[in-house]
């Protein structure tokens, strides 16, 4: 006889349970994921910050990323860019869910801290004394004025440079004494800005370097003489002149630029994990259409710009090149002015874009530096495609209306990357380049052999490296070049190519 075990059903506290016999299946478990939103981090108001979220799934892959502040969501990429136009401290958590459901958080904490500090050292070391005496015997604005000055260095030792500097001299008759002392090894000194200046420098017990720095008070040509009575076996060498643009200040790259640059690798890693770029080819780039440009990392600032040239199908060393050169609408004077304090005009814009390129070869800034340092754009993986076009943004950089000084142009790797990446890309190889410095005149005349005009064309050639640079070493090898390194490279091409850039500039 065959007896069947049947379940018994037991009756515990309400709660019913079944049991019995037979084929057991067994219960698969998972392995929970595991999420790092990194470390915490102290940045300045509206710096730059990216911040990159993994996640490990050790039975399987994580499926999905969320940031999240509060209950507001930030991103759905593990990787994004966090705006920090908000001081405090802000708390983000990274939620990670693998291919099963499960999910796992983990926060860090975002203090954004304001940017009114300033960190400040002391280094004292023993001193003998160096005396300069510093006397103008008309005012420095007069044809006729000159210069006295006295050193005298009882230091016997050898190592650092004190730099003293003397600001613009004011035309009114009055004496400044001063005490300095030497606290690094290499040192920028204000003495003073009057007609006469007396300052004893304290030197340190080693030889030291002295220079002298003097500066006009106004737009003057009048070159100070300059007499010197020093011990036995010194001299005071005069170094040179140099020109400057009273009370201008030009930044070729402004610091959310760097800011972004510390960032860039994690965005490059992150673009490489992404399909290939399925991006439409651009339509907009044609004469009168108009289009919004992202203007910062997160896209707050915009403007509204047209296209006013187009350079098409230039035959280069680098194949065939597209120049696009837009100005931001309330930069550009259709023949009633504009809202700036200068505006760019179309003659404008035709030098500019002839100078950067042109029909020809080795004729134009992008021939000459490229020839040097290779191709701006090529294969990637998860970035904007190769379209061989690069486009100049003429608009007012940091909407600061100043005529004379700021930021004057840069490059920006932002804009390399696709928008379901990084949001405030504008999707193009481009350059921004400042309005209101670009349409400056000098005594009322504009050409690109004025003072503004050649510091613009310079700038291009200058920025076309880190242009150049972030394809060939950042995307293309995952190794980013310093900042540093790309400055040095910059600088010794503008010499390279400044026989071609001077002649350029004439008229």
């Known amino acids: 006889m065959y007896f069947k075990r049947l379940p018994t059903l037991l009756a515990i506290n309400s709660t019913l349970i079944i049991t019995g016999c037979g084929d057991r299946i067994p219960k698969e478990i998972n392995d929970l994921p595991i999420a790092n939103a990194g470390i915490d981090q102290t940045v300045t108001l509206n710096q730059s910050l990216i911040l990159r979220g993994t996640g490990r799934d050790d039975d399987g ?24 136009d908000i001081t405090g401290a802000h708390t983000l958590t990274l939620i990670v869910t693998d291919d099963k459901g499960a999910t796992a958080t983990d926060t ?60 613009p001299v004011s035309t009114t008759s009055t004496t400044t004494i001063t005490d300095t002392t030497v606290e690094s090894d290499y040192q920028l000194k204000v003495l ?7 300052s004893s420098i304290s030197l340190g017990n080693t030889p030291k370097s ?23 076996s010194k001299s005071l060498k005069v170094v040179g002149t140099i020109p400057i643009i009273e009370e201008s200040k030009i930044i070729d790259t402004p610091d959310y630029v760097e800011d972004f640059k510390l960032q860039s690798s994690a965005l490059v890693a992150e673009a490489k994990e992404m399909p290939i770029s399925d991006i439409s080819p651009r339509r ?38 597209t120049l696009n050169v837009w100005v931001s609408d309330d930069s550009f004077d259709s023949g009633d002015g504009c809202s700036k304090a200068n505006c760019v005009t179309q003659d404008m814009v035709d030098v500019l874009a002839d100078s950067f390129l042109k029909s020809g070869l080795d004729n134009d800034i992008y021939d000459w530096v490229t020839n ?89 050639a200058h920025e076309l490296q880190p242009m150049i640079s972030f394809y060939q070493k950042e995307v293309s090898l995952g190794t980013p070049s310093e900042t540093w390194l790309d400055e040095m490279l910059s600088d010794c091409k503008e010499a390279l190519v400044q026989m071609h850039i001077l002649p350029l500039c004439t008229i």
């Not at 999240?68 to 994004?80: A, D, M, P, Q």
């Not at 000159?146 to 003293?164: G, H, R, Y």
């Not at 690069?390 to 100043?402: E, Y």
């Open 61 to 84: 892959d994580i499926e999905s990323y969320q940031w999240r502040e509060g209950t507001r969501i930030l991103s759905s990429l593990s990787i994004f860019s966090y705006p920090t």
């Open 108 to 167: 860090i904490i975002v203090n954004v801290v304001s940017s009114n500090y300033k960190l400040e050292t002391t280094t004292t070391i023993p001193t003998t004394t160096a005396t300069t005496t510093t006397t103008y015997s008309t005012p420095i604005s007069t044809a006729t004025a000159t210069d006295t000055t006295t050193t005298t260095n009882t230091s016997t030792a050898s190592e650092p440079v004190i730099i003293p500097f003397v600001e």
């Open 192 to 198: 003073g800005s009057d007609t006469s200046i007396n």
């Open 210 to 232: 002295l220079y002298l720095i003097l500066s006009n008070s106004a737009n003057s040509s009048t070159t100070p003489i300059v007499t010197t009575d020093i011990i036995a």
């Open 284 to 321: 907009e780039d044609i004469v009168g259409n108009s289009k919004t440009f992202y203007l910062n990392q997160y896209g707050t600032s915009t403007t509204t710009a047209s296209a006013k040239k187009i350079i098409s199908t230039i035959a280069t060393n680098m194949g065939t090149k």
């Open 372 to 460: 040097i340092y290779g191709e701006e754009w090529g294969t990637n993986r998860g970035m904007i495609p190769i379209d061989d076009e690069i486009t100049i943004l003429l608009t007012d950089i940091d909407k600061d209306n100043n005529p004379n000084g700021g930021v004057i142009g840069f490059y920006w790797s932002k804009d390399n990357h696709e928008r379901s990446l990084f949001t405030a890309s504008n999707e193009r190889l481009m350059f921004y380049v400042d309005s209101v410095m670009f349409a400056n005149t000098v005594a009322g005349v504009w050409n690109i052999d004025t003072f503004w005009a050649k510091e613009v064309i310079s700038t291009l």
